[in-house]
Each structure stands twice: as structure tokens, then as C-alpha cells.
T-cell receptor, first 111, second 115 residues
Framework: QQQVKQSPQSLIVQKGGISIINCAYENTAFDYFPWYQQFPGKGPALLIAIRPDVSEKKEGRFTISFNKSAKQFSLHIMDSQPGDSATYFCAASTGYQKVTFGTGTKLQVIP | NAGVMQNPRHLVRRRGQEARLRCSPMKGHSHVYWYRQLPEEGLKFMVYLQKENIIDESGMPKERFSAEFPKEGPSILRIQQVVRGDSAAYFC?????????????FGSGTQLSVL
């Protein structure tokens, strides 16, 4: 029940296109849903996060869409750029508890 | 304000040796988390510690692995009698007291290679 399922495993998008990564969870106690970005050789870094009381959150080119009834959330990267090429992890947590991560999506943005 | 510092960055051990991985959290952070990352896999939770306390060790293998976060000094992840399957990147993250697990700041990791 602690799992967070993420898809796709890898994604290739043309520069200027929209990148979409999907996640699903089972534990209805989760109340915080962050996305992390990881570049090779580096640790993950928090990108954007959402709570289940809103259906969408946008920060620049990055948008999280959240569907509480379906227990799904997704990351949309608008106008994708080569610099966005990285591995993206969705995650979920409950208060002062461990953060459970998805398996990651390796995004490659080609010129 | 320095970020989360992990050392060493790379650690090579032979089977049966001990590995000690260190993590200094960001200043003011009292929560430390350890994660393991295998190639092409996600981040697997290992242990969550606060100063002098293990809060959640549900992700730690029952044998050979231990972790501590003493009152003074860095957090230590210790792996005794390493085996080839222990080869992975180990990441430490810290968070401030007010945010618990909501905002994790990760170090650059320690890449453990077991020969």
C-alpha cells in the first residue's frame, strides 16, 4: 500500500514539446506529492509539489495535475528544453514520515 | 549555507569488508534520511533518523546494515561484511524540523562498489 507507480520508464520529446509523466498511488493517507529532478552524478532536487486539496499547481513551465478520486497525479513540462533532460521522480508522503518514491522516468529532450 | 555533504563520493570495498558512509545534514536540519539507488531503479527508502533516535528503519535489511545520527557529528550508514549486491548509490537527505519529510535536500551520494 506504500507503493507509488510511475510511467513511462523513459521518454523522448522534441524540443518545444510537452513532456508528460504519470504516477499512481494506493495509500489514501498520503497528503503531500512532490516531484524531484535528478541529473547524472547528482542527488535529486525538489522541483514542485502539490497537496490533495488542489487539482493543479503550476510553476513556470512545470505543472502538476492531481486527481484525488483516481489516486493519480502527473507532471507536465511545457516547451521542453534540452536542459530538462534528467530523471524525474514522483513521490508521496504523510507528514513526518518517510518519502516513498516512484521508479523514475528518464527524460531526453532532443533538439 | 552548505548543502548536504556526503563522503566519500566513491568507495570501493572487497567482499567481506566494512563500508562506512557519512552524511552531514544542512545546518539547522535535524531529520536525516538514507536512500539506496540501484541502476535503472528508483530511490529505495532505508532509514529515517533524528538526533540520537531511529524513527523508521523499515527499509533497512535486518542484517549487516546499521545507521546512527549522534548528538554531535555526521550521520553514519554502516554496512558490515559487504557483498556484491550492496553495490549501489547511497543518498542521504535532510530536512528542517518544521517540514519533516516534506522537503528533502539531498547530497550528491556515495557510490559504493564491491569487488
Amino acid at each position: 500500500q506504500q507503493q507509488v507507480k510511475q510511467s513511462p520508464q523513459s521518454l523522448i520529446v522534441q524540443k518545444g514539446g510537452i513532456s508528460i509523466i504519470n504516477c499512481a498511488y494506493e495509500n489514501t493517507a498520503f497528503d503531500y506529492f512532490p516531484w524531484y529532478q535528478q541529473f547524472p552524478g547528482k542527488g535529486p532536487a525538489l522541483l514542485i509539489a502539490i497537496r490533495p486539496d488542489v487539482s493543479e499547481k503550476k510553476e513556470g513551465r512545470f505543472t502538476i495535475s492531481f486527481n484525488k478520486s483516481a489516486k493519480q497525479f502527473s507532471l507536465h513540462i511545457m516547451d521542453s528544453q534540452p536542459g530538462d533532460s534528467a530523471t524525474y521522480f514522483c513521490a508521496a508522503s504523510t507528514g513526518y514520515q518517510k518519502v516513498t518514491f516512484g521508479t523514475g522516468t528518464k527524460l531526453q529532450v532532443i533538439p | 549555507n552548505a548543502g548536504v555533504m556526503q563522503n566519500p563520493r566513491h568507495l570501493v570495498r572487497r567482499r567481506g569488508q566494512e563500508a562506512r558512509l557519512r552524511c552531514s545534514p544542512m545546518k539547522g536540519h535535524s531529520h536525516v534520511y538514507w536512500y539506496r539507488q540501484l541502476p535503472e531503479e528508483g530511490l529505495k527508502f532505508m532509514v529515517y533518523l533524528q538526533k540520537e533516535n531511529i524513527i523508521d528503519e523499515s527499509g533497512m535489511p535486518k542484517e549487516r546494515f546499521s545507521a546512527e545520527f549522534p548528538k554531535e557529528g555526521p550521520s553514519i550508514l554502516r554496512i558490515q561484511q559487504v557483498v556484491r549486491g550492496d553495490s549501489a548509490a547511497y543518498f542521504c537527505a535532510s530536512s528542517p524540523p518544521s517540514q519533516g519529510g516534506e522537503k528533502l535536500f539531498f547530497g550528491s551520494g556515495t557510490q559504493l562498489s564491491v569487488l
